[in-house]
């Protein structure tokens, strides 16, 4: 058994497109029409794990805002996603405009922060030591 898709909710997924795809350097794999309003749209990065996609889910539905929104009040990440180099990765990411909550904190086997995606969650952008 693998893991093949891993989603994160977002509120906007043209936004969403545009944030995972020119800011952070993955690339479009799926954008499947799903009725009027929605779609099956997915990225997947050029350095991860071949056939590994990350679903950019539209919230259809009241419960999937509330949760979002918990999550991200609570502080807490939707995802991960892992670099060889944290401070590099947070010093281009920053270029780009994207949001961080704090700097790279040491977290025992990792190095670990938090940035915001735009589309209300939070990434934990971790290093294993």
Known sequence: MQIKIASVMVQDQEQALAFY?????????????????????????PDGIAGVELALEPMGFAPARVYQKALYEAGIPATAFTTTDVYAEMQRLQAMGVVFRDQPQDMGPILAVMFEDGCGNLIHLVQPK
């Open 21 to 45: 795809t020119h800011k952070l350097g993955f690339q479009k794999m799926a954008d499947i029409p799903m009725g009027p309003q929605y779609r099956w749209l997915t990225v997947v990065s």
